[in-house]
């Protein structure tokens, strides 16, 4: 018999099910963490690890940093140097 004392597991959960659990378990973190028990806690951190770790291996293009996020996206933005990228920087 399955344990599904903390849900269906994230493999058996179709896409949209998939996001909507993920998004779910967001917007209840902050009560869990302020609230909750220890056990409340740590059964939601479980649960959230292993459906964001199933959503990353689903939608790695969902997940993918959006350049003005990273440091070399915002300098690049900015016009400055961007080091080991430039071709200025390149020995000579």
């Known amino acids: 018999m399955t344990d599904r004392s903390h849900g269906i597991a994230p493999q058996e959960l179709d896409d949209d099910d998939l996001r909507r659990e993920v998004a779910h378990l967001h917007e209840t973190r902050h009560d869990t963490l302020l609230g909750g028990s220890e056990s409340a806690l740590r059964a939601h951190t479980e649960r959230?690890?292993?459906?964001?770790?199933?959503?990353?291996?689903r939608?790695?293009?969902d997940s993918a940093p959006d350049?003005?996020?990273?440091?070399?996206?915002?300098?690049?933005?900015?016009?400055?140097?961007?080091?080991?990228?430039?071709?200025?920087d390149a020995p000579g």
């Open 48 to 57: 959230m690890l292993a459906l964001e770790r199933e959503f990353l291996l």
């Open 67 to 88: 350049p003005m996020r990273t440091r070399a996206g915002s300098r690049e933005s900015a016009g400055q140097s961007m080091p080991g990228r430039d071709l200025d």
């Open 59 to 61: 939608f790695p293009e």
